[in-house]
């Protein structure tokens, strides 16, 4: 089967830094992204790591241990704007087949 | 050009009815994926179809779901006989190439089954 474990919920205090973390158990592997949804919104892409390491985007970063099969989403200088669900998927090939998706963490950030 | 469109975005049923839920890709791409997201969960692969190949349906919950995509575009999501556990919503992605990772979201269709 396959199995995204992360954090349900996360509560943050604006401008500060936090990390939500996901580990994965897939049958195949090819790579890790992380999306973004606000209350009534649709999915929106923030960051993909296909080899071991840091990507950063902005404010974003992304991690990925590929022999921990462990990854995270740091954010930076929250904004109250950054209240969103927070969800990590993996691509398991090089095709396009469809991203198995993690039950999504819920990120609040407060005054 | 516009993004991944999807109609109607609210619908409410009554258990035994059929629906139609229609999604409009972005132009030109290839792959299109419908998800369903229950209340607070994650997104749940229902379906997926890439150019003209036999579309993998291994996610469709029951013989009640069916879907299809005209001409390599429009994708149209039928349920038959619904049930009070298919209230959800429904979203549709595309994405244009395989060398491409990011899938684009529809606004989702909110299915309310009475």
């Known amino acids: 089967g396959q199995s995204l474990e992360q954090p349900s919920e996360v509560t943050a205090v604006e401008g500060a830094i936090v990390q939500i973390n996901c580990t994965y158990q897939?049958?195949?592997?090819?790579?890790l992204s992380w999306y973004q949804q606000h209350d009534g919104g649709a999915p929106t892409f923030l960051s993909y790591?296909?080899?071991?390491g840091l990507e950063e985007t902005g404010r974003f970063s992304s991690f990925l241990s590929r022999s921990d099969s462990y990854g995270y989403l740091l954010l930076q200088e929250l904004q109250m704007k950054d209240s969103a669900s927070y969800f990590c998927?993996?691509?398991?090939?090089?095709?396009?087949?469809?991203?198995?998706f993690g039950k999504g963490t819920r990120l609040s950030v407060i005054a | 050009g516009a993004g991944v469109s999807q109609s109607p975005s609210n619908k409410v049923t009554e258990k035994g009815k059929d629906v139609e839920l229609r999604c409009d890709p972005i132009?030109?791409?290839?792959?299109l994926y419908w998800y369903r997201q229950s209340l607070g969960q994650g997104l749940e692969f229902l379906i997926y179809?890439?150019?003209?190949?036999?579309?993998?349906k291994s996610g469709l919950p029951s013989d009640r779901f069916s879907a299809e995509r005209t001409g390599g575009s429009v994708s149209t999501l039928t349920i038959q006989r619904t049930q009070q556990e298919d209230s959800a919503v429904y979203l549709c992605?595309?994405?244009?190439?395989?060398?491409?990772?990011?899938?684009?979201f529809g606004p989702g269709t909110r299915l309310t089954v009475t």
């Open positions: 998927a993996v691509r398991r090939n090089s095709g396009n087949t469809p991203l198995v």
């Open positions: 897939t049958s195949g592997f090819y790579g």
């Open positions: 132009s030109g791409h290839t792959a």
């Open positions: 179809f890439q150019g003209n190949s036999a579309p993998d």
């Open positions: 790591n296909g080899l071991d």
């Open positions: 992605a595309s994405r244009g190439t395989i060398i491409s990772y990011e899938q684009y």
